[in-house]
């Protein structure tokens, strides 16, 4: 029972460290929008946050996003793979890493554009070791921010008006929290 009062006190420093990295997520979120396909992948309990950016991508940014199970590689997800095809990967220290990080180099043999995020990378973003559970909040606004980011890339609105429609609505969605980080954001640019 102490440890998991001890992870729910740590989420606000995550989620703090998360949104530090807006730069980073920004110029992946623009990386991505050149592309127009993505694939984003996650295993066991990180699984539903890989669907979850696929759709926030196609909801937010109208790109053609898919989340697909770490562990289905092989089975799935690696014939759709195109050289240079962007590819994202939710990691967290815990049981699967060594199987995730096995699967994400796989991937990047291939020819992927790789971001991996998570604790150990080389070729992503780096965040602060944490619980696995606690993991998923921080990836949560993860998939919040990359959609943002991608909706508002050069050119995509332009090409696309029902992405500003759709970004009134997220935003208006948003806990009080994120209202903050939209409104730190726009004040900045």
Known sequence: MTALVHYLASIPRILTETIILDADIATI?????????ATLLGRGI????????????????????GGYAAGELKHRSIALNRPDMPVIVFDSVGLLQEKTLSNAAEVKVRGARLWHFGHHTDDGIRRTKCAEIVALFSYAVVTQMLAYHAALA???ISTNPAISENLQRWSSLLPLQGKRWLAMRSTAT
């Open 29 to 37: 979120a623009q990386d991505l929008t050149q592309h127009s396909d």
């Open 46 to 65: 990180h699984y539903p946050i890989a669907l979850e950016a696929g759709h926030r991508l196609k909801e937010i940014s109208f790109m053609h996003a």
């Open 154 to 156: 050069p050119g995509q």
